[in-house]
Structures are given as C-alpha cells and as structure tokens.
Nanobody
C-alpha cells in the first residue's frame, strides 16, 4: 500500500489548509486511517483517526478546528484544518492500518506563521 499526501504549505495564523492522502491498493475501505504530525524537535503524535464506519477521534489540541474525512470510492482521506495556529507547524503524515498491515506516507510540511 502506498500513501501520498498533498495540500501542505505556508499559511498565516487563523488560516486554513486541507490535506489530502491518496492510497493505492484494495484494502483502503477496510482500513482505519489516521493523520499524525511531527513538530520540529518533537515526537510524532496522533492527530486524528477515522474508522471504517466513519467514527472520528481527535487529539484535544485540534478538536473543533480539524476535521478528518474519507472517500472510499476514491481511496482518499482528508484533513481539513481551520483556525491554524503556529503550534500546528509540523510534518503531517497519513497512516493506514488494516489488521497487521500498516503503511505511512512520506509526509508533507505545514507551516503556520504568526
């Protein structure tokens, strides 16, 4: 399974971005999908997860600002990010999990200027 992220970039505080992740293969619809991020000099953290039945969960720091969604017909998962803050600056990674199968994207930079 290959995952490819897109949609990152530089945005001012208070702005919005939408990250996309395209997945190859035929297990996407049976997989839980997540977004992680790794801020500069810090450990990678789980940001949001969406299950196969579209149940979503978020880290406390992004609740009410970020929304994860998926389109199983297109093998895509999205992360809509609103009211961005400088502390959201990080490399964002898409992740897939299906039983014992796990896969990561290459990561994409999101930079929020103050």
């Amino acid at each position: 399974v290959q995952l490819v992220e897109s949609g990152g970039g530089l945005v001012q505080a208070g702005g919005s971005l939408r990250l996309s992740c395209a997945a190859s293969g035929d297990i996407f619809s049976r997989s839980n999908m997540s977004w992680y991020r790794q801020p500069p000099g810090k450990q990678r953290e789980l940001v949001a997860t969406i299950t196969t039945d579209r149940s979503a969960s978020y880290v406390e720091s992004v609740k009410g600002r970020f929304t994860i969604s998926r389109d199983d017909g297109k093998n895509m998962v999205y992360l809509a990010m609103n009211n961005l803050k400088p502390e959201d600056t990080a490399i964002y990674y898409c992740s897939l999990r299906f039983r014992s199968v796990g896969s990561w994207g290459q990561g994409i930079q999101v930079t929020v200027s103050s």
